[in-house]
């Protein structure tokens, strides 16, 4: 038997024994004179606790060996943090890099929308003026109706040049008139500035072939120095060209709708094509002067027949239209050059009176002397130029009779110098060129064939 039950046997039987007298002792009477005199009841006797009993019972309990843990000392191996550096961060300001306002917000447009300069949406510097625009509109309205009464009257087929030049003037102020009613209107703008930026090509085209005519019908040479009257009219119309065609690339992209950068470029480009055609026209000026002189000193040798003495006025008119070209050529030097804060562009009566006038008087000065009044005839019909003759497939069955500027030599001279000279003078003596600086007076010209010109 184990010791544990032997314990908690022993222990039962204990605890029954001292239970047991006071269980079966017998009741005392409580009747009659015997009775036992009623003592004052004792306390009950406390029983020890069980623990006590079977620590007072001589039971040997065998020892119990625990074994003893040895837990071995933990050994933790140092660690060493690093000193963390955290460098201090700087916030550069915060900065919006915006484009710089070019013009001021929110303005409301005014009457006929106008706008400040400025402001944004502003499409004109100035408050134009409707009436004058209307004005130089039917200024030249009536310069458009006179040159197509002139050309029809004398048959004159290249007038339809400055027809066109009048035209373009007259259709530029018409709507510029309209814009000024509408000044939120880029249509109207933008067809305004190229129509009265471009329209000054035309008359200096048509003066080109007025020149190359003149060139042709009355110099007894039909020659400028080297140039025929065709080639002066193939190389200066071209170059015109593409004097045009630049302008019309910067005219363009300098549009009202355009922004700074395409307006500044724009303006560089227009003024580079410009500037090309005031080129043009100082040489073309160098070549009417020696064209001049050759006339004067021809006139006052008697070399020029009744017919060929009416050279002034177109001469004169020639000088008139390319001052009055160029004029306006500077204006607009001067008025881009400078910028759009400076006076030329905002003030409209610098416009009209170094743009709309001068443009007025070179077209003007045609209506005044119209080439179809002083240049008649078979000699007014220019030839086919010699590179029209080879380019052209309608021109090769005639190429043979045709002469160009040359036929008036091969009528009447051998070559250009017997042209001039091969005069017979008053004495009858032949014409040289020795005599020239002796000779003073009159010749008596010959009399000249008649000539047929297959390309009337």
């Excluded at 620590?55 to 843990?69: G, L, S």
């Excluded at 005219?251 to 724009?266: F, H, L, N, T, V």
């Excluded at 009416?310 to 008139?320: F, G, K, S």
């Excluded at 409209?348 to 005839?377: C, K, Q, S």
Aim: with cysteine; charged share 20%.
């Amino acid at each position: 038997m184990r010791p544990c039950s032997m314990l908690a046997s022993m222990a039962a039987v204990v605890s029954l024994a001292a239970a047991f007298p006071a269980s079966t002792a017998a009741p005392a009477s409580t009747k009659g004179p015997l009775a036992p005199v009623a003592r004052p009841t004792q306390p009950p006797t406390p029983t020890r606790p069980r623990e006590l009993e079977i620590r007072a019972a001589d039971v040997d309990i065998p020892e119990v060996n625990i074994p003893k843990v040895v837990i071995p000392p933990v050994s933790i191996p140092p660690v060493s943090i690093k000193p963390v550096s955290i460098k201090p961060v700087s916030i550069p300001p915060l900065s919006l890099d915006l484009p710089t306002p070019t013009c001021t917000p929110t303005m409301q447009p005014g009457k006929d929308g106008y706008l400040p300069p400025g402001t944004c949406g502003a499409l004109w510097n100035y408050f134009p003026s409707f009436a004058a625009a209307v004005a130089f509109a039917v200024l030249f309205a009536v310069l458009l109706v006179a040159h197509v009464g002139q050309a029809l009257h004398h048959r004159s087929a290249f007038s339809w040049v400055i027809v066109m030049a009048a035209l373009w003037e007259s259709g530029s102020y018409a709507s510029r008139a309209a814009g000024s009613k509408d000044q939120q209107s880029t249509a109207m703008v933008t067809m305004s500035q190229i129509l009265v930026l471009l329209a000054p090509l035309w008359v200096n085209a048509y003066a080109y072939m007025v020149f190359a005519r003149v060139v042709h019908f009355f110099s007894p040479t039909r020659k400028v120095w080297v140039l025929s009257p065709s080639i002066l009219a193939l190389v200066f119309v071209s170059l015109d060209f593409v004097s045009f065609v630049i302008q019309l690339v910067g005219g363009g992209m300098a549009g009202p709708g355009s922004d700074a950068a395409s307006q500044k470029r724009g303006i560089d480009i227009y003024m580079g094509g410009i500037g090309m055609q005031e080129a043009f026209i100082v040489i073309f000026v160098g070549l009417i002067v020696k064209f001049h002189l050759d006339q004067v000193r021809a006139e006052r040798l008697g070399l020029l027949a009744d017919d060929k003495r009416r050279w002034r006025p177109l001469t004169y008119a020639l000088y008139v239209c390319l001052l009055a070209i160029s004029l306006r050529i500077v204006f607009r030097l001067v008025e881009f050059s400078s910028g759009f804060d400076g006076p030329l562009p905002n003030n409209e009566t610098y416009f009209y009176a170094l743009d709309g006038a001068p443009m007025w008087i070179a077209i003007v000065v045609w209506n005044a002397i119209h080439a179809g009044r002083y240049m008649h005839g078979p000699d007014a019909k220019m030839p086919p130029s010699w590179i029209a003759r080879r380019l052209c497939c309608c021109c090769h069955g005639g190429r043979k009779d045709v002469l160009g500027s040359h036929r008036r030599l091969r009528d009447d001279a051998t070559d250009e110098s017997n042209e001039m000279h091969a005069m017979r003078a008053e004495d009858g003596k032949e014409w040289s060129r020795e005599r020239d600086d002796e000779y003073d007076g009159a010749v008596t010209l010959p009399e000249r064939r008649p000539r047929e010109f297959p390309y009337r």
